[in-house]
């Protein structure tokens, strides 16, 4: 039994290899190659090494783009880690002694089971009657889709990892609620804030459909992975530039996930568990 295991999981390691490694290997290399070299060798090296792709993107206003991605992301983040943990210590503390509170909870996390396709049009002329289809309209929207998920997770998490004993002793000790949780709930959840950027700031970083509804209006407002559909149709034969934006959407993400991964696993396993 234990070498059949040794054996699917080294197959699984393969299949990982093979699916994410390779992809995202050739991914960087054909960005420092020409488009003939792309066409011509896809799997050989650049031969010569070319910045030129890069260059490209700068010069077509990438940054801009890369910035609005980057501002979306940030603010969105914020404001789920800010709002949250809070409804969802609360919910947590009286989902037990309340009914109000656990509605509350059953109606929030029903938005799990709503597809977006469903409520896509309609948010659409929504947000268009509202005046809000900008980048503020697109942050509210991303806090709003952001509860359900969030919220179970959050909810798992204190009930399981945050002993109501807690409140109990600050309380004896004179600590108000808000304090109590700022200096002492808030920052024991720390594995699941990880867990909770890290989720979020994939979906919000990567994410097309939500910008193409809200944002395709105006090009100034794009995020980058509108930007990297528009560049692509605009250079459709020419790979080199759309591979070097591809790597630049990539590198950031990696790189946060690289900072909080040691976080994430145990802020989801707590978090799951209801």
Not at 28 to 35: D, H, I, P, Q
Not at 80 to 96: C, D, G, K
Not at 146 to 153: D, G, H, S
């Amino acid at each position: 039994m234990k070498q059949k295991g040794s054996i699917l999981h080294y197959l699984l390691l393969a299949a990982g290899f093979i699916l994410i490694v390779i992809p995202l290997y050739l991914t960087v290399l054909s960005s420092f190659k020409g488009t003939n070299q792309i066409t011509g060798d896809f799997f050989g090296l650049p031969a010569p090494f070319t910045t030129d792709n890069y260059q490209r993107l700068l010069s077509d206003g990438i940054g801009r783009y890369f910035l609005n991605s980057g501002f979306i992301s940030v603010v969105s983040i914020v404001l789920i880690t800010l709002f949250v943990p809070m409804a969802a210590f609360s919910i947590a503390r009286n989902i037990s002694r309340k009914k109000a509170f656990a509605l509350m909870y059953s109606f929030l996390i029903l938005g799990i089971f709503v597809p977006f396709q469903v409520i896509m049009i309609p948010i659409t002329s929504m947000m268009t009657k509202l005046g809000l289809s900008n980048i503020g309209g697109l942050i509210i929207l991303y806090l709003a889709y952001a509860v359900p998920q969030t919220l179970f997770l959050y909810v798992g998490y204190i009930k399981t990892a945050i002993p109501v004993e807690l409140d109990e002793a600050a309380e004896i000790d004179g600590c108000g609620r808000f304090r109590m949780y700022f200096q002492i709930a808030f920052p024991l959840m720390k594995p699941m804030h990880a867990t909770a950027l890290i989720i979020n700031a994939l979906w919000i970083w990567n994410d097309f459909l939500l910008p193409l509804l809200i944002l395709n209006k105006d090009s100034s407002n794009w995020t980058l992975p509108l930007f990297q559909y528009n560049y692509q149709g605009q250079y459709f034969s020419d790979y080199g530039p759309s591979f070097a934006s591809y790597v630049v959407g990539i590198i950031v993400i990696l790189i946060v996930y690289l900072i909080f991964q040691k976080n994430i696993i145990s802020g989801m396993t707590a978090g799951s568990v209801k």
